[in-house]
């Protein structure tokens, strides 16, 4: 039998609302114990005073200009000594007592170096993101390794730290997070383990309450900042397929809204499919734009002062 792994849970956090006061409260009942809860937020003059902490949770405040999706990450992972990293976002609510259970179970095969949850939407989502989530987390679990690159091409390096877990000594072995990051921290470190000889686990069973309902101006910014990564991490996304993917979940998102009689929801499918290739297509030139464009084009502005 073997030994029960420790889990740290890591939450960068910025002006949190309700839902991480239901993230520490789950967190708290799960099956699987957490050792600790590090919690990194961005301005403490932001931080709810009416929280009701966990014995366990631990709070380090930074000034906004610090933010950086990978290297707050990595600071966290740095202050955590558990045999699990798990990462969360603020707005990431476990859906019941097993997440954390389920998560470290993939971990009995050494070759694992991360592994990531469901993420289902809200009743209340628009059928354009109900479809989405289950296109990006479907029902089956899988792992993913370098014998998928052809098959899946970029879903074979697909992992979100919206809830992802990590094992230290592999995190560490390999470098952690990249030290800056305007988006994909967590798909450039999937990529380098997968090439590295170890596996990326897609756990279906742990399930996270997690969607956006994003504007189409949100999707533009978002995509731009995702191109961005793309055009700096060109080791990790050159060799792999991504659009392919993308233009699947066009035609497929399509197929559902007719069959479910969504007709008018066409028409915004259209209109957000296009606001993402625009600004995923502006995002891998951006070298070429002028700074008050980019400022406008992107989602993490801080990430571009100097």
């Given at each position: 039998?073997?030994?029960?792994k420790?889990?740290?849970?890591?939450?960068?956090?910025?002006?949190?609302?309700?839902?991480?006061?239901?993230?520490?409260?789950?967190?708290?009942?799960?099956?699987?114990?957490?050792?600790?809860?590090?919690?990194?937020?961005?301005?403490?003059?932001?931080?709810?005073?009416?929280?009701?902490?966990?014995?366990?949770?631990?709070?380090?405040?930074?000034?906004?200009?610090?933010?950086?999706?990978?290297?707050?990450?990595?600071?966290?992972?740095?202050?955590?000594?558990?045999?699990?990293?798990?990462?969360?976002?603020?707005?990431?609510?476990?859906?019941?007592?097993?997440?954390?259970?389920?998560?470290?179970?993939?971990?009995?095969?050494?070759l694992?170096a991360?592994?990531?949850?469901?993420?289902?939407?809200?009743?209340?989502?628009?059928?354009?993101?109900?479809?989405?989530?289950?296109?990006?987390?479907?029902?089956?679990?899988?792992?993913?390794?370098?014998?998928?690159?052809?098959?899946?091409?970029?879903?074979?390096?697909?992992?979100?730290?919206?809830?992802?877990?990590?094992?230290?000594?592999?995190?560490?072995e390999?470098?952690?997070?990249?030290?800056?990051?305007?988006?994909?921290?967590?798909?450039?470190?999937?990529?380098?383990?997968?090439?590295?000889?170890?596996?990326?686990a897609?756990?279906?069973?742990?399930?996270?309450?997690?969607?956006?309902?994003?504007?189409?101006?949100?999707?533009?910014?978002?995509?731009?900042?995702?191109?961005?990564?793309?055009?700096?991490?060109?080791e990790?996304?050159?060799?792999?397929?991504?659009?392919?993917?993308?233009?699947?979940?066009?035609?497929?998102?399509?197929?559902?809204?007719?069959?479910?009689?969504?007709?008018?929801?066409?028409?915004?499918?259209?209109?957000?499919?296009?606001?993402?290739?625009?600004?995923?297509?502006?995002?891998?030139?951006?070298?070429?734009?002028?700074?008050?464009?980019?400022?406008?084009?992107?989602?993490?502005?801080?990430?571009?002062?100097?």
């Amino acid at each position: 039998m073997q030994e029960k792994k420790t889990v740290d849970v890591i939450i960068p956090v910025s002006y949190p609302d309700e839902k991480l006061q239901k993230i520490l409260d789950r967190l708290e009942k799960q099956t699987h114990p957490v050792e600790r809860i590090i919690v990194i937020n961005t301005d403490e003059s932001g931080f709810p005073k009416n929280l009701r902490w966990p014995a366990n949770m631990e709070v380090y405040h930074i000034a906004p200009e610090e933010f950086d999706h990978g290297a707050t990450r990595d600071m966290a992972a740095r202050k955590s000594t558990a045999d699990l990293m798990l990462f969360m976002t603020q707005d990431a609510v476990p859906a019941d007592t097993h997440l954390v259970e389920y998560l470290a179970k993939a971990f009995d095969d050494p070759l694992v170096a991360a592994a990531y949850a469901r993420q289902l939407a809200k009743k209340t989502d628009s059928a354009i993101e109900r479809f989405t989530r289950n296109f990006n987390y479907p029902a089956e679990s899988r792992v993913k390794t370098q014998a998928d690159i052809q098959a899946l091409g970029i879903k074979t390096y697909f992992c979100s730290n919206s809830c992802a877990m990590y094992r230290k000594s592999t995190y560490e072995e390999l470098g952690g997070f990249l030290p800056e990051a305007i988006f994909n921290e967590d798909m450039v470190f999937a990529s380098t383990a997968i090439n590295a000889g170890y596996s990326v686990a897609y756990v279906a069973e742990a399930r996270v309450i997690h969607s956006h309902n994003y504007t189409g101006f949100q999707q533009f910014q978002r995509n731009f900042d995702n191109g961005v990564s793309h055009a700096d991490n060109q080791e990790t996304f050159h060799n792999v397929e991504t659009l392919g993917e993308g233009k699947r979940l066009v035609f497929d998102t399509a197929r559902y809204l007719i069959r479910h009689h969504e007709f008018g929801q066409l028409f915004r499918l259209v209109y957000i499919s296009g606001c993402k290739v625009v600004g995923y297509k502006l995002g891998e030139k951006y070298y070429k734009l002028p700074k008050k464009l980019i400022s406008f084009c992107t989602m993490n502005k801080k990430y571009w002062q100097e």
